[in-house]
């Protein structure tokens, strides 16, 4: 039972990560319909500038530097997704292919720019001492940075829906997910609302980038890749522009991977493309997703 | 004097040239039709108007010049539009809807004017918007169009695929509404023409073969030469 509730508990842990990415990437899609391949680089800027703040206080750092190191580390991320949306997307609107080539481009520059930096190497990530303890749940022992990654991701999605259900910048998203021209029409600038999510997006995954920086023992150029396919992955099965559509998605993508991992070695990754095929087939729109017109 | 002067108005939607120079007034504090057979570029022309669709031209409002503005500052100046497929915000709730639309923080007044003008949406605003009927649907695209101090409201088809009893509803409402704003109305519905409209364009084939008074729709071989359907009756 305890080794039930560890694969069960880690594999929630791994679909949090999942949606620090797919949060932001559903949503800039749902609403400008940009397939965004530049999300990684995101991923990568926040976990390079968590990096740097944690690494100023030495090889480990307390809980609020961490937390600080997230924060800056997401903000950092988010400016970084307002800038690429203001000096490229912006111009590419409804030019899908277009923007799918300079949004890879993107990627592949920072990739360059951050390799040729700091190498591709892993460089350790200064995490708190606690992150190295274990948690009993139930008897197991629940490594305690897994607990850090949950509580970050339903935090994430609680902000989000906050925002979404009580602003008016959160109506205006909602709207412009279902239909941008009417929200145009109704005299209101969608493009604002355009860059407000590619923010947050940016923000979640930058987020997102320090913690993958802590799971994958070490911050490097390179570790936004299986993360992004990841990321694109739950958007589908989640739905495009749901934020709870890719919560559910990538917490079950998480735990089945885990324990198809588990239980049917190495088969994880091959049981979640299985998964993505079945939901492509019996529900193209995603599980929370709506069908467009 | 007029609200809105076309003129030379060319709408191209990918390779299909589809307006091939429009060219009409529209008076201010009057209701125009836009009448001509399916296809023949009425909702274009709307669309067009309102920088839904790129076009080339000349659109002034009360002197403004609309072409090259982009859509939310072309309705910011006044230009209001009831869409002809509804396009109410279906996940949104009756409320939020007309929240989403009102562009004033303070705008109680128009908000009751609107529920005085249809009930069903006061004790409705909380039900998404895409579980109401159609006509209640077409209530809230209308109302939606209606909560701002508006120049000129667009009105395309709004009494499309409704039970006749709701097109008496939504005529009734629009006959109100059109007390006292500058409409642009493209319908079908020839009865509803007759009973609001002050003035008349037809369209064909992506230009403007007349403008003239609502009386020509009481004779049936005018109707039927200008909109190919049977009509005309008094």
Known sequence: ?293 | MNALVIRDLHVKINESHILHGVNFDVPSHKVTALLGRNGVGKSTTLKGILGLYSSTGSVQLNGQELIGMPTYKIAQSGVAYVPEDREIFSTLSVRENLALASRSKTNNAAFESIYELFPELKTRAIQLAGSLSGGQQQMVAIARAMLNTNEILLVDEPTKGLAPKLVTEVADALAKVAEATTMLLVEQNLALVKRIAHHVVVMDQGRVIFQGEPENLDDPSWVHQMLGVSGGHK
């Open chain 1, 1 to 293: 039972m305890d080794t039930f509730i560890l694969i069960g508990i880690t594999g929630i842990g791994l679909g949090a990560l999942y949606f620090l990415i797919a949060s932001g990437l559903s949503l800039i899609y749902g609403l400008m319909g940009v397939l965004n391949f530049a999300h990684g680089s995101f991923l990568t800027v926040g976990a390079f500038v968590g990096f740097w703040i944690a690494s100023k206080t030495g090889f480990e750092t307390s809980m609020p530097e961490f937390i600080l190191a997230m924060i800056v580390g997401g903000l950092a991320a988010g400016l970084f997704a307002l800038l690429i949306e203001q000096l490229l997307i912006t111009r590419l609107y409804d030019r899908h292919i277009d923007q799918a080539l300079v949004t890879v481009g993107v990627a592949l520059v920072v990739g360059a720019v951050l390799g040729g930096w700091f190498g591709n190497d892993l460089r350790m990530f200064p995490a708190p001492m606690w992150f190295l303890t274990a948690i009993d749940i139930g008897g197991a022992k629940i490594p305690a940075d897994r607990v850090v990654y949950i509580a970050t991701a339903v935090l994430l999605l609680v902000g989000n829906w906050a925002l979404l259900k009580f602003t008016r910048i959160g109506l205006i998203i909602r709207a412009g997910v279902e239909n941008r021209n009417m929200v145009n029409a109704l005299g209101i600038n969608v493009r604002r609302a355009f860059s407000t999510v590619f923010f947050l997006g940016g923000f979640a995954a930058g987020v997102g980038g320090v913690l993958v920086s802590v799971y994958s023992n070490g911050v490097s150029p390179l570790i936004a890749g299986t993360y992004l396919i990841y990321g694109f992955i739950v958007v589908v099965i989640g739905g495009m522009g749901s934020v709870p559509g890719s919560f559910l998605a990538a917490m079950m993508i998480g735990v089945i991977r885990q324990f198809a991992n588990y239980y049917a070695t190495g088969l994880g990754d091959f049981v979640v493309v299985i998964l993505l095929a079945v939901v492509l087939l019996i529900r193209p729109q995603g599980l929370l997703g709506k069908v467009r017109a």
